[in-house]
């Protein structure tokens, strides 16, 4: 069975830092590519970034290129998102995604 788990949301003040995880099991995780997606209040979900099986490619949503880092660690089956200089609209649920399974969700709230 495919779990995806995600950790390190919290409240942070605007123009902080996070660092969330999604530890994964129950899969070849190293074939994968992984996705962080978000979802704010009374919008759809979104795509972040994502990461090739190797970390030789990375893709970003043009609202936080250069302050998200997306990486991944084969080695411990996890997927980062190093996120900095955060904004209020940064505010949403994050979800780590390989191929058609979802983690549930870790919430991250920034405040003025």
């Known amino acids: 069975q495919v779990r995806l788990v995600e950790s390190g949301g919290g409240l942070v003040q605007a123009g902080g830092s996070l660092r969330l995880s999604c530890a994964c099991s129950?899969?070849?995780?190293?074939?994968?590519?992984m996705n962080w997606f978000r979802q704010a209040p009374g919008k759809e979900r979104e795509f972040v970034a994502s990461?090739?099986?190797?970390?030789?490619?990375?893709n970003y949503a043009d609202s936080v290129k250069g302050r998200f880092t997306i990486s991944r660690d084969n080695a411990k089956n996890t997927v980062y998102l190093q996120m900095n200089s955060l904004k209020m609209e940064d505010t949403a649920v994050y979800y780590c995604?390989?191929?058609?399974?979802w983690g549930q969700g870790t919430q991250v709230t920034v405040s003025s």
């Open positions: 129950g899969l070849t995780f190293s074939i994968y590519i």
């Open positions: 995604k390989a191929s058609n399974t």
């Open positions: 990461i090739s099986w190797n970390g030789g490619r990375t």
